[in-house]
């Protein structure tokens, strides 16, 4: 079974200090995976993903992630935080086999970023 | 480009009638898409998946009769909500992609409300 697990409920950092949103996975095989960003009241925004390459994946708004198949791990990382990030923030990994076409999304991390 | 687009944004029916959420892919031709619910403050839970020209698959739990999902073309898909509930009332998202190798692609949601 695949599926992607968000430790923290809500993570909470001050303007201009780095921020990080934790993300762990669990798949067979080599994972795709995906991080999302949701407003109030909106869908979900794509930032960024990594399927294959280098472990260090950039993305929009200027958040990055690191693959760690190590750890199995997906953590997503800013390092000088904006209020206007301030949002819900959803890991996914996509399913394996006959699956493949489904995403499977953690609980999703609330970010308060204070001025 | 990428976009997906929802209709209505918001609807607020009475019980017992039926509402009906159109999904559409812009400027591609998404060759899946999917049907998300979203409670306050949780994480997405996927309903169905839709594939052009065939009947949606539903996850389990949901309730196909309740939950009508027709996929028309490779642009528009619908989600109609027959005989709502109160019960009913929460945010739907829909998404699309356009390879086995892309992301998804989310529309803006729709909020219902059933009185």
């Known amino acids: 079974a695949q599926s992607v697990a968000q430790p923290e409920d809500q993570v909470n950092v001050a303007e201009g200090n780095p921020l990080t949103v934790k993300c762990t996975y669990s798949v067979s095989g080599n994972p795709y995976l995906f991080w999302y960003v949701q407003y109030p009241n909106r869908g979900l925004q794509f930032l960024l993903k990594?399927?294959?390459?280098?472990?260090l994946v950039k993305g929009s708004y200027g958040f990055e992630a690191e693959f760690n198949k190590s750890q199995t791990s997906f953590h997503l990382k800013k390092p000088s935080a904006l209020v206007s990030d301030s949002a819900l923030y959803f890991c996914?990994?996509?399913?394996?086999?006959?699956?493949?076409?489904?995403?499977?999304f953690g609980s999703g991390t609330k970010l308060n970023v204070k001025p | 480009g990428a976009v997906v687009s929802q209709h209505p944004s918001r609807v607020i029916c009475k019980s017992g009638t039926s509402v009906k959420i159109e999904c559409r892919s812009l400027?591609?031709?998404?060759?899946?898409m999917f049907w998300y619910r979203q409670f306050p403050k949780k994480s997405l839970m996927l309903m169905a998946t839709s594939n052009e020209g065939s009947k949606a698959t539903y996850e389990q739990g949901v309730e196909k009769d309740k939950f009508l999902i027709n996929h028309a073309s490779l642009t528009l898909s619908t989600l109609t909500v027959t005989s709502a509930h109160p019960e009913d009332s929460s945010f739907y998202i829909c998404s699309a992609t356009r390879g086995l190798q892309e992301t998804q692609y989310f529309g803006p949601g729709t909020r219902l409300l059933v009185l």
């Open positions: 990594y399927i294959t390459g280098d472990n």
């Open positions: 400027d591609f031709q998404a060759t899946t």
């Open positions: 996914a990994v996509r399913g394996r086999g006959y699956n493949f076409n489904k995403f499977y």
